[in-house]
């Protein structure tokens, strides 16, 4: 039924431009005729133009991962308070953003900083694509302003860390075996009642994983605070566990494809990907050359043109075919 309703979507799609095309055509030869006016062709072939684009731009979203929801985390760089403070803003800034596309947004781990701001925030992004739209924010997202908490008012330069991973669903099988795991569990903090901050419901996995190439193992700890229930959180630190080792094949297999063009950047984890300049009313994408003066928009979630020219550009690479 998944892949039934997809391939609806995308005949669906064809359908309404092939009917936008055939009446542009009727529409140009109904202007020769002056039963419609220049003013209303141009309309509806900025209409029809508009339908092409989202084709196309649906078309840069066909990997195996990118119809699935995601797991955005963030984690304030160094620089203290100022650094937490940028963390929390891009926090909200893809919640608004998940709000407006009527995405549901769960924070499955908040770690709030000390005077302002968060050390890190682990967010679920559920929604068809929402992967897909967001895996290009992976990397360091830079902030350059004047900081509130510098007394000599300042123009300071704070960095903040984005990294999404596919939330899976039961559609997707992770092989783990119990012997590579272990629970910790530990009371939450923070607002919720006395059930949350006087009984251990917060969970902690630390899962021991091997590298199937080289050998190697490292450990991958996970934190989820939720629920007040010890089971819901239990359930939901697996799943993003699964999401995590899912992430790790689907890079590695990723990789092993990647040819990357002489022209263009090689998009990695912790490369700086975006300057937000509060000053100059500029925010510019570094991958794609994109910017808006919009700063009070982006920050409200409107990062759809950031998001567009990244998958127009690097979407339809090679590497990224299967």
């Not at 308070?81 to 009527?102: C, G, P």
């Not at 967001?134 to 860390?161: C, D, I, W």
């Not at 697996?238 to 990723?254: V, W």
């Not at 991958?287 to 550009?313: A, C, H, P, W």
Request: net charge negative; aromatic share 10%.
């Amino acid at each position: 039924m998944k892949v039934v309703k997809e391939l609806k979507k995308w005949i669906q799609l064809y359908n309404e431009v092939h009917s936008e095309a055939q009446e542009l055509a009727l529409a140009y030869e109904y202007v020769k005729e002056e039963i419609l006016t220049e003013e209303e062709l141009d309309e509806m072939y900025a209409s029809a133009m508009n339908l092409v684009e989202t084709l196309e731009f649906r078309n840069m979203l066909r990997q195996e991962a990118d119809q699935l929801g995601c797991v955005l985390k963030i984690n304030s760089g160094a620089g203290g308070t100022e650094s937490q403070d940028w963390a929390s803003m891009l926090m909200r800034m893809y919640i608004r953003w998940a709000e407006s596309n009527k995405y549901k947004v769960t924070i499955s781990n908040l770690q709030e900083g000390d005077e302002a701001g968060i050390k890190t925030v682990t967010m679920q992004i559920e929604g068809d694509y929402s992967y897909g739209y967001l895996k290009g924010e992976n990397g360091v997202h830079r902030l350059v302003r004047v900081s509130p908490y510098n007394a000599q008012g300042k123009r300071m330069t704070s960095f903040a860390s984005v990294f999404a991973t596919p939330l899976v669903d039961d559609t997707i099988e992770i092989d783990i075996n119990p012997a590579d795991y272990t629970w910790d569990t530990f009371r939450s903090g923070g607002a919720g009642g006395q059930n949350v901050n006087k009984v251990e419901t917060g969970v902690r996995i630390r899962y021991n994983y091997r590298d199937p190439d080289t050998g190697e193992t490292r450990e991958i700890l996970i934190e989820n605070t939720e629920s007040r229930s010890q089971g819901d959180n239990r359930d939901n630190a697996m799943r993003l566990l699964r999401s995590m080792l899912y992430d790790m094949a689907l890079q590695k297999r990723l990789a092993e494809q990647q040819k990357v063009e002489s022209n263009k950047k090689k998009i990695e984890w912790g490369s700086q990907i975006r300057s937000y300049v509060f000053d100059d009313r500029r925010v510019k994408d570094h991958r794609t050359n994109f910017q808006t003066s919009d700063v009070n928009g982006v920050m409200d979630g409107k990062i759809d043109g950031f998001i567009r020219s990244y998958l127009m550009e690097f979407a339809g690479d090679k590497s990224e075919e299967k």
